[in-house]
């Protein structure tokens, strides 16, 4: 019983009690007795489907016939009754349950009407129509699947999972129309836009792993990146949910030559423990554990880059905390049409209407003012443009701060610092102030010019903005951004690559194995093992051993079972009913890391 009263408790909050959105109203409640994912699924759904359900209320007469019935709690059960696998999640006995279910026929007639008013052939041709509406703006921007090369190959997901979709050339031709339209990108490899209302999170190559939802601007660090084997160790500096960690686990994988093992770790920093927790699972999920040496709750500022375990560590990807003014999707709270009470007055006396006039002002003047939703979900109410300058001044003192910590590591040659931030103090200006640092000149680190970044980026239109750079060409061309809005598919990003030149640590440069004239390295007859130099062979086989180890985990019971903070993507497949849930994973919600 407590699902259905805490969900319409949550929903029927004043905003001007209770700010944020609905994902952090309910993560952010600590007290709720039935599990956060399944409330949020239920509340989101509910919402979701919130214009059909009124009709079928006020047409089935419902509350009239049970005047107990408050009209939330109405739209929550009979959501329940018409649209989940398993019905109302209530003992079969249970007033509420039956409150409905002695009406199932009148509701049921009342939903096929409902369907067919809306010119709807089934109930999946109705879904399909809901959740466009649902999506209003974001309907305009397809649903970006990486698969995850861990698990899979993008020509068995193609000949798998994405069997009936119709092939398109461009991004654009995905949302264009109804449908399930597919578009290989041509940046990013192994990387699909799919159309949005499609439900791939009840795929099988979702649920287990094989393929990862994930915004094609949020895949260009690690992509940007590109560690290779000679690089040695990498770094992700604030990793949860997981989806760049998961990324770079899968390049790194896929540079192991073959009948050789991996020598290479990513270790992934998480400085809270609650995201961690959502971070482990996600590192599960994809495959990536044997490559992933994960950090609970280490703050990665607090890490001595002189340190031995990180003397190898040859690239960092820093993708700090931000304004997140890039998002796509992140509303307040979404819409909720509720049934009419029968006999309820609309008349209100003087006194009333003064103090509803009163409230609807205050609360158009809160509306009015701008909201700014970090990426971790933290909200704040901006009233003037002194506020927002002022938490942009605290956001990218902080970026940077993270950044030269990143240019200290001794062996470090490649970093990438990205944000999903749209204002130049967060992004050029950043880059700027970390170029003319002490460090970076002390280090030799320059920015990646444009013509050395990987071929995908290298031909990505979109770059900084010259101004924003005070005028310097080169650093500008050397930053990549996307716009939302710009017709491209992708929400607000920024990212720009560091070098520098590192010494190899092999005078001959030939490396620790043993090679023959032609330069080929010489192997093992029996085993394929490449031969190590007779100074080499104990150091180097202590090395990787040492550094490769099962992930210490803390005991469970010190962390949270649930994450107050948890990804879009990781509530997707969690639904109020254990599997069956109707759909509720697959709406949108803003886009995921």
Same mark, same amino acid.
């Given at each position: 019983m407590s699902l259905y009263h805490e969900t319409a408790e949550i929903l029927s909050t004043s905003p001007s009690t209770v700010g944020g959105n609905l994902k952090t109203r309910i993560f952010g409640k600590k007290d709720l007795k039935s599990p956060q994912q399944q409330v949020y699924a239920l509340a989101l759904e509910t919402c979701k489907w919130s214009p059909v359900l009124k009709e079928v209320i006020d047409n089935s007469e419902l509350l009239r016939h049970e005047r107990k019935l408050s009209p939330l709690l109405a739209l929550l059960l009979v959501h329940d009754f018409l649209l989940s696998k398993r019905g109302i999640a209530l003992p079969a006995a249970h007033g509420l349950r039956a409150s409905i279910e002695r009406h199932k026929a009148r509701l049921n007639a009342e939903f096929t009407r409902v369907r067919l008013r809306r010119k709807a052939g089934? &109930?999946?041709?109705?879904?399909?129509? *809901?959740?466009? !509406?649902?999506?209003?703006?974001?309907?305009? @921007?397809?649903?970006?699947?990486?698969?995850?090369?861990?698990?899979?190959?993008?020509?068995?997901?193609?000949?798998?999972?994405?069997?009936?979709?119709?092939? &398109?050339?461009? #991004?654009?031709e995905v949302t264009a129309s109804p449908?399930?339209?597919?578009? #290989?990108?041509?940046?990013?490899?192994?990387?699909?836009? *799919?159309?949005?209302s499609f439900g791939i999170t009840k795929t099988e190559a @979702?649920?287990?792993?094989? =393929?990862?939802?994930?915004?094609?601007?949020?895949?260009?660090?690690?992509?940007?990146? /590109?560690?290779?084997?000679?690089?040695?160790?990498?770094?992700?500096?604030?990793?949860?949910?997981?989806?760049?960690?998961?990324?770079?686990?899968?390049? #790194?994988?896929?540079? *192991?030559?073959?009948?050789?093992?991996?020598?290479?770790? #990513?270790y992934a920093?998480?400085? /809270?423990?609650?995201?961690?927790?959502?971070?482990?699972?996600? &590192?599960?999920?994809?495959?990536?554990? /044997?490559?992933?040496?994960?950090?609970?709750?280490?703050?990665?500022?607090?890490?001595?880059?002189?340190?031995?375990?990180?003397?190898? &560590?040859?690239?960092?990807?820093?993708?700090p905390s931000c304004s997140g003014s890039g998002i796509v999707g992140r509303d307040d709270m979404p819409a909720i049409h509720l049934p009419e009470i029968p006999g309820a007055t609309k008349k209100l006396s003087t006194a009333s209407g003064r103090k509803r006039k009163r409230e609807d002002s205050e609360a158009v003047k809160e509306a009015s003012q701008p909201v700014l939703v970090d990426d971790d979900g933290k909200e704040t109410l901006v009233s003037s443009e002194e506020e927002l300058k002022a938490r942009l001044e605290a956001l990218s003192s902080f970026q940077l701060t993270l950044l030269l910590h990143a240019l200290? %590591?001794?062996?470090?040659?490649?970093?990438?610092?990205?944000?999903?931030?749209?204002?130049?103090?967060?992004?050029?200006?950043v880059v700027l102030k970390a170029l003319q640092s002490g460090v970076a000149k002390e280090r030799g680190w320059r920015i990646l010019p444009r013509d050395q970044q990987v071929r995908g980026l290298r031909e990505w239109p979109v770059r900084g903005s010259i101004e924003a750079s005070d005028g310097n060409a080169e650093v500008a061309e050397a930053c990549i951004r996307s716009y939302k809005d710009d017709g491209r598919g992708v929400m607000g990003f920024f990212v720009a690559a560091f070098i520098r030149d590192v010494?190899?640590? %092999? !005078?001959?440069?030939?490396?620790? @194995?043993?090679?023959?004239?032609?330069?080929? =390295? *010489?192997?093992?007859?029996?085993?394929?093992?490449?031969?190590?130099?007779?100074?080499?062979?104990?150091?180097?086989?202590?090395?990787?051993?040492?550094? =490769?180890?099962?992930?210490?985990?803390?005991?469970?019971?010190? =962390?949270? !079972?649930?994450?107050?903070?948890?990804?879009?993507?990781?509530?997707?497949?969690?639904?109020?009913?254990?599997?069956?849930?109707?759909?509720?994973?697959?709406?949108?919600?803003?886009?995921? /890391?």
């Open positions: 089934s &109930v999946e041709a109705l879904r399909e129509q *809901i959740t466009t !509406e649902f999506l209003g703006d974001a309907a305009g @921007y397809p649903r970006w699947v990486r698969v995850n090369t861990l698990k899979t190959t993008i020509e068995d997901q193609l000949a798998t999972t994405f069997a009936d979709f119709t092939r &398109v050339l461009t #991004v654009g449908g399930k339209f597919l578009h #290989v990108d041509n940046h990013i490899p192994n990387l699909l836009a *799919i159309s949005p @979702y649920t287990s792993g094989a =393929i990862i939802l994930q915004d094609k601007a949020s895949c260009f660090p690690a992509y940007l990146l /590109d560690p290779r084997s000679e690089d040695g160790d990498v770094i992700d500096s604030c990793s949860a949910p997981g989806n760049k960690t998961t990324h770079l686990a899968a390049i #790194v994988h896929s540079r *192991i030559p073959e009948n050789e093992r991996n020598t290479q770790i #990513v920093f998480e400085k /809270d423990t609650k995201r961690s927790r959502t971070l482990e699972k996600m &590192v599960k999920l994809a495959g990536a554990k /044997d490559i992933t040496r994960m950090s609970f709750g280490q703050d990665f500022l607090k890490v001595d880059p002189s340190s031995e375990l990180f003397r190898n &560590v040859g690239c960092l990807l820093l993708d200290k %590591f001794p062996a470090a040659k490649k970093i990438t610092y990205s944000t999903c931030s749209i204002h130049a103090e967060e992004n050029e200006q010494p190899s640590e %092999f !005078e001959d440069g030939d490396g620790p @194995y043993l090679r023959d004239d032609d330069g080929c =390295i *010489i192997r093992d007859p029996i085993t394929g093992m490449p031969t190590l130099k007779p100074e080499y062979k104990s150091s180097f086989s202590n090395d990787v051993s040492s550094r =490769i180890q099962p992930t210490q985990y803390p005991d469970p019971a010190l =962390i949270d !079972e649930e994450d107050d903070d948890t990804d879009s993507d990781d509530v997707s497949n969690i639904t109020t009913n254990d599997s069956d849930q109707s759909n509720a994973g697959d709406e949108w919600n803003g886009f995921g /890391d």
